[in-house]
């Protein structure tokens, strides 16, 4: 794993000759990223992760922290929160903001000694999951880090908009599998990185928490299709 987006989260944060992050996928062409937004204050936070911050309780775990934005926010409100990012670059950028439990780890490798009352997962948090066939594994692991009583919060977009759609109404999906399942490539200071990543409507991700002894209500929904579940046993 190179970790180029962690190594342009944390030349971004300490001036180290920040250049452009250039993401593209399976399903749409090469974009420029805007890294600064990815230490966005609450005020510049979609509507879904503001009500995601809002519904944060008891002790939390940020999965998938990347550049801390939602930890630093939580924390500065006198909130018990930790940092989790399989990126070092991204865990030494939360580290250098003074976010006070910072931990670099996968989520399937990561262990506590702890569980948690509120596990947030935002900025398109199944898309940790990577396949759908490991989504049952993710919620399984995420299960085992929640105290009794306590709530998984997870954003995620149908992408089903991005693909055309016909006079009768229908949409053009290729046959290659889950819609949802895309190649995500990035492109930092002359290197490559692809991985996979994972986008699950509302309805299939509900499906999969029922399947795995959750209870999944949806929250809020915001723009091109995002929404916010709320996971509960």
Not at 185 to 194: D, F, M, N, P, V
Request: charged residues 20%; contains cysteine.
């Amino acid at each position: 794993m190179l970790d180029l987006f962690g190594q342009a989260i944390l030349d971004f944060y300490t001036q180290n000759n920040p250049q452009p992050l250039l993401t593209e996928t399976s399903i749409s062409e090469e974009d420029e990223m805007d890294v600064a937004y990815l230490f966005r204050t609450f005020k510049n936070m979609p509507k879904i992760e503001q009500k995601a911050l809002q519904l944060a309780k008891g002790k939390i775990l940020d999965i998938g922290a990347g550049a801390g934005c939602h930890a630093l926010y939580l924390q500065q409100k006198g909130m018990e929160v930790t940092a989790l990012d399989q990126s070092a670059h991204a865990i030494e950028a939360c580290r250098l903001q003074n976010i006070q439990h910072c931990v670099q780890s996968s989520l399937l490798d990561y262990k506590s000694e702890t569980q948690f009352d509120t596990l947030l997962l935002l900025m398109n948090g199944t898309g940790i999951f990577g396949k759908l066939n490991q989504t049952a594994t993710y919620l399984q692991k995420l299960k085992s880090l929640l105290s009794p009583g306590g709530q998984i919060l997870i954003d995620s977009s149908d992408l089903i908009y991005m693909f055309d759609e016909d006079e009768d109404g229908g949409r053009w999906i290729p046959d290659t599998g889950y819609y949802g399942e895309l190649e995500f490539t990035l492109h930092y200071k002359g290197q490559k990185e692809q991985f996979p990543w994972l986008y699950l409507d509302y309805n299939t991700l509900q499906n999969a928490a029922l399947a795995n002894g959750f209870h999944c209500e949806l929250v809020a929904e915001g723009k091109n299709y995002d929404y916010l579940a709320r996971l509960t046993v």
